[in-house]
């Protein structure tokens, strides 16, 4: 079973900064894989924020659009969500996720969990004044 790793989470001020990383084993061609982020609230459905295709496209949720920015190093099997200007809404366990292919509805901003089929065990990232 392939587990994908998180790490950075933590603690940040509102309106400050935070880099989350994953990193992917071996067992899959990381390179051509959809490379995506989503995040979860207690009680809340998961919500797909960012995602990265293989050959560097992306596509943003509405709610983190111009804040966050979603990349990738092929070379270190690693992806990673660069969070600016964060906010009380953005506290959540944060999760990374892969799929074969990056789905065409994203092009549409839709983000489903069924597509992807790795997934880390999350990281919690708090926003506190």
């Known amino acids: 079973r392939v587990q994908l790793a998180e790490s950075g989470g933590g603690s940040v001020g509102a309106g400050g900064s935070l880099t989350l990383s994953c990193s992917s084993p071996p067992g899959y061609t990381f390179s051509t894989y959809c490379m995506a982020w989503f995040r979860q609230v207690p009680g809340k459905e998961r919500e797909g924020i960012a995602a990265i295709s293989g050959d560097g496209l992306t596509f943003y949720a509405d709610s983190v659009k111009g804040r966050f920015n979603i990349s990738r190093d092929n070379t270190k099997r690693s992806h990673y969500l660069q969070m600016t200007r964060m906010n009380f809404d953005d506290t959540a366990v944060y999760y990374c996720?892969?799929?074969?292919?990056?789905?065409?509805?994203?092009?549409?901003?839709?983000?489903?969990?069924?597509?992807?089929?790795?997934w880390g065990q999350g990281t919690q990232v708090t926003v506190s004044s």
């Open positions: 996720a892969a799929a074969t292919v990056c789905s065409l509805w994203l092009n549409r901003n839709v983000f489903r969990e069924r597509d992807f089929g790795y």
